[in-house]
């Protein structure tokens, strides 16, 4: 089978959710599959899960592309396994369970690095492809409905103030029990957001077709209800169009 961006007409639907980092992505995208009872991919996890792997190769950014590119897009190849879990994608690499780990602030640097190679982008956006093929379902990441599914049946892009984003963020490392300070947090934020959205191969951006949803003064629920909404709209609407496809041959 071609892995191709276009989707097969056959093909499960998917919901493209991307955005800055705190925006509510994953909360979202899990609470949206389990309502929809559709699958779940966290494709951010995967970036993390090849940082994790850099990181203990002894790897710190900033990263060459030309010297670093080919070698960390290797590490990955046939070692990582993901699976959805009940709140969020659980990861092994090599078969150890690093769902916690690729969670650190060293994971987050190191993920934002390697998400910027090309070589590395060019070895997980097929696998993205393939298991967006197979069973459809909730993407999110910062480049789905731009580049990997641009014919996904929704395309979200969800984002808050950086002030939001950045206490969203400091309240879950404090819980985790981490020392910071909410300035680190923001400081942080912004050399990712700039370093997202600014490098050359698949950058963070509002994919065309996208629904921006800015989930500032929004809850969790609302932002659920609404993106379920739209998306059973287009459903209902693809389904109608098909079947007067199928009424006039
Ligand atoms: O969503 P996250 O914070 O777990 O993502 C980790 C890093 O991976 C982040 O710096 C952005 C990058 N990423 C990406 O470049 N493309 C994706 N589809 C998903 C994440």
New binding site residues.
């Given amino acids: 089978m071609k892995l191709s961006d276009t989707l097969p007409s056959n093909a499960a639907p998917i919901i493209a959710i991307?955005g800055p980092?705190g925006a509510g992505?994953?909360s979202v995208a899990v609470r949206l599959a389990g309502t929809l009872a559709i699958p779940y991919l966290?494709?951010?996890?995967?970036?993390?899960a090849v940082?994790l792997m850099a990181y203990r190769e002894g790897w710190r950014p900033p990263l060459d592309p030309a010297s670093d590119g080919p070698a960390v897009a290797s590490l990955s190849e046939g070692r990582l396994r993901l699976e959805p879990g009940a709140e969020r994608m659980q990861v092994w690499v090599d078969e150890v369970e690093v769902t916690d780990e690729i969670r650190s602030p060293e994971c987050?640097e190191m993920?934002?690095a390697v998400?910027?190679l090309s070589e590395v982008?060019r070895a997980l956006v097929p696998e993205?492809r393939r298991m967006g093929l197979l069973k459809g379902g909730v993407m999110?990441?910062?480049?789905?409905g731009s580049v990997?599914f641009p014919d996904a049946l929704l395309k979200v892009f969800l984002t808050a103030s950086a002030q939001t984003r950045a206490k969203r963020r400091y309240e879950e490392l404090v819980a985790r029990g981490l020392d910071v300070t909410l300035e680190e947090v923001l400081k942080d934020q912004a050399e990712?957001d700039l370093?997202?959205s600014s490098?050359a191969d698949?950058p963070?951006q509002v994919a065309s077709g996208a629904v921006v949803v800015d989930t500032s003064a929004l809850s969790l629920d609302q932002v659920v209800e609404r993106l379920a909404g739209l998306f059973l709209d287009l459903r209902e609407a693809g389904l109608s169009a098909a079947s007067t496809d199928v009424k006039k041959k």
Avoid at 43 to 48: D, F, I, K, N, P
Avoid at 140 to 144: A, K, L, V
């Fill in positions: 991307d980092a992505k994953s966290d494709t951010g996890a995967m970036y993390r940082g987050s993920a934002s998400s910027a982008r993205q999110e990441g910062r480049d789905i990997v990712r370093r997202d490098r698949s963070l």
